[in-house]
């Protein structure tokens, strides 16, 4: 048999800056602003789907943009420099929709005659249940007991997880971007074409523009390009989706965003608690641990770092808790992860520094008090963001699927573990989001409305899915003779902080501070 010409590699060659390397400060600031438009994208459309149903105004949507935005950038920065130090950009999550959309249905609110009053109690109340749900990870995160579960995993686990935290996104691509097909598909055509055909092509000498900022270039033409189909009249008298899908002026959200406002925690008031909404909202806590945690898998690589160990890896969770802490007491409306998108951006500029990730935290914060320069970037046509999803969530996607080669593929074990939790992490999430509205709470219907959102919530997340099939199959079956096959001579290395010299030069913590909090 031919020599195999491309051996397993613990580390991607390809990349132009790891994690702790940093392009020169001209390019660091436009790649950080480049991850600030890239996580607009969810931060506008998630208070577009919740606000409206909470009784909200567009005035009120704003704000909570600008509270998400705000509290983003803190989290974000605090997660680079005290969690997974790893360059990931932490957000709102779409986990969170479920119980949200029990808590804004439960009776007692939905009596409220009044919408910004029924708006500001159901915030309120949406606040207290993330407040008493963040808890949850904090609690496992630096009790330590998410990196004891942590040594379950394998590269074998791993694969099909990472995999579906950028498959399962995949409603977030093509059936977006379909909505407004003459701006998401240019705008698909236009980021593959710079990327991947001319990215060689350097019209300044030193700097691969087309590859390093193609978010920044392709964004600028197709916003134009729909600026002026907007302006032409091209939408006038069509079906209201395709208005709210492509039209750049539909949002109100200039004109109703502040100049200059600066949030604050409880700025909407006390929040309220209720024992059924804290119990819903914890499902949406834990699917966003799962799902941050294939994140930082993917990014972990794509930073050319080694992945996190267990030590590490609950740091990062102990922080996402907190994280999730803000969110209940600042008011966002959504609960925290962290961004696929943002992640496979890594990858398309080939730049995993960490110092390009905390700068993009300082936009986040500078332009949610300056609300009007915030909107402004935040009227952004949704389908060229799905545009976007759809490649980016590929390659993280993909990136999950390369720890495969760790693992002996000929093995019907790992060709049976890896199927399974592949197909069963896409189709069974798809089966339950087909039988949810937000009023009828979905295929698990009985009279306890906080189970019901429970449930659902779990098995609507493909990552969730994917781990609870890959690591139960992986650690019961043929468990000792599967070892290698499994991939752990490999992976067991990176399971503590000393097993490894490189975790210390990775995940060490800044100011000297693991004198007081040392690793284990």
């Known amino acids: 048999m031919a020599e195999i010409s491309h051996p397993p590699m613990e580390q991607l060659q390809d990349l132009e800056y790891c994690i702790d390397s940093n392009p020169p400060w001209p390019e660091t600031v436009l790649l950080a602003f480049q991850n600030y438009?890239?996580?607009?994208?969810?931060?506008?459309?998630?208070?577009?789907?919740?606000?409206?149903?909470?009784?909200?105004s567009d005035g009120d949507r704003a704000r909570v943009i600008q509270t998400l935005l705000f509290v983003a950038g803190i989290k974000t920065l605090l997660q680079a420099l005290f969690g997974t130090r790893l360059p990931a950009v932490v957000g709102g999550s779409f986990a969170y929709v479920v119980p949200i959309a029990y808590i804004i249905n439960d009776s007692s609110l939905q009596k409220i005659s009044n919408d910004h009053e029924r708006f500001i109690h159901t915030m309120r109340a949406i606040q207290g249940a993330l407040i008493v749900a963040s808890s949850i990870q904090i609690i496992l995160g630096y009790s330590q007991v998410w990196g004891l579960f942590s040594r379950f995993f394998s590269p074998l686990g791993m694969a099909p997880v990472v995999g579906l935290v950028g498959l399962g996104m995949f409603q977030r691509g093509v059936p977006q971007l379909g909505n407004c097909i003459e701006i998401g598909l240019p705008m698909l055509l236009l980021v593959i074409g710079l990327t991947q055909y001319l990215k060689h092509v350097r019209p300044f000498k030193d700097v691969p523009i087309f590859e390093r900022f193609p978010i920044l270039i392709c964004v600028a033409i197709v916003w134009i390009y729909a600026v002026i189909l907007t302006a032409s009249g091209a939408y006038r008298g069509k079906p209201s989706l395709t208005q709210h899908s492509c039209r750049t002026d539909k949002a109100n959200l200039i004109s109703t965003a502040p100049w200059v406002k600066f949030p604050y925690p409880l700025q909407w008031g006390p929040p309220t608690f209720s024992v059924g909404h804290s119990f819903a909202m914890m499902s949406a806590v834990l699917v966003s641990m799962i799902e941050s945690t294939g994140a930082y898998m993917a990014a972990s690589r794509l930073a050319i770092a080694t992945p996190p160990p267990a030590y590490v890896l609950s740091r990062g969770i102990g922080w996402q808790g907190i994280?999730?802490?803000?969110?209940?007491?600042?008011?966002t409306g959504t609960g925290s992860?962290?961004?696929?998108?943002?992640?496979?951006?890594?990858?398309?500029?080939?730049?995993?520094?960490?110092?390009?990730?905390?700068?993009?935290?300082?936009?986040?914060?500078?332009?949610?008090?300056?609300?009007?320069?915030?909107?402004?970037?935040?009227?952004?046509?949704?389908?060229i963001y799905a545009a976007l999803h759809c490649i980016l969530f590929g390659l993280v996607a993909a990136v999950g699927l390369s720890f495969l080669q760790f693992t002996n593929m000929n093995s019907m074990r790992n060709l049976m573990i890896t199927g399974l939790s592949l197909f069963l992490g896409i189709s069974i999430p798809q089966f339950f989001v087909q039988y949810w509205d937000a009023r009828h709470y979905g295929l698990v219907h009985t009279n306890a409305g906080w189970f019901n959102a429970f449930l659902n919530t779990i098995f609507m997340s493909p990552a969730t899915v994917g781990l609870i099939i890959a690591v139960f199959m992986d650690n019961t079956m043929e468990v000792e003779r599967s070892k290698k096959d499994r991939g752990m001579p490999w992976w067991v290395k990176f399971r503590t902080f000393r097993g490894d010299n490189r975790n210390e030069e990775f995940y060490t913590l800044p100011f000297n501070l693991n004198r007081f909090f040392p690793p284990t």
């Open 323 to 331: 994280g999730v802490l803000l969110d209940g007491l600042f008011g």
């Open 337 to 383: 992860t962290v961004l696929v998108e943002n992640v496979g951006l890594l990858g398309l500029t080939r730049v995993g520094s960490r110092r390009v990730v905390q700068v993009s935290a300082g936009f986040m914060i500078l332009f949610s008090i300056f609300g009007k320069f915030g909107a402004v970037f935040a009227s952004i046509p949704v389908p």
């Open 37 to 56: 438009i890239l996580m607009l994208g969810t931060s506008a459309f998630i208070p577009a789907l919740l606000v409206p149903a909470m009784g909200g």
